[in-house]
């Protein structure tokens, strides 16, 4: 999986993933991860992870089911594309 993918398909494929990670990959709730400026072979191996069962988590499961392999390249380019967070200390 580890090819890049193109960042304007996985934007329009992000649509979905908004409601709980933010238009830009950056959650509004602290319980859904922010997702801007990640690796993206990272990216890839979490989603590819999640389609395969390997990581367990319902809600995840369900969406990374139904992706293609290049739909998870797409997805990390355009979040691996994104502005990540500048301020990670904790408060």
């Known amino acids: 999986l580890a090819a890049r993918g193109d960042a304007d398909s996985g934007r329009e494929k992000a649509k979905v993933c908004e409601a709980c990670h933010g238009l ?3 959650s509004v709730d602290p319980s859904y ?3 801007a400026g990640q690796h993206e ?5 979490s989603l590819g992870d999640y389609r395969s ?6 809600i995840m ?3 990374a089911g139904p992706l293609s392999d290049q739909d998870i390249k797409d997805l990390a380019a355009w979040y691996a594309s994104q502005d990540g967070l500048k301020d990670i200390s904790i408060k």
């Open 24 to 26: 830009d990959g950056k």
């Open 33 to 35: 991860p922010n997702l």
């Open 41 to 45: 072979t990272y990216l890839q191996k």
């Open 53 to 58: 069962g390997r990581r367990a988590n319902p």
């Open 61 to 63: 499961a369900g969406f």
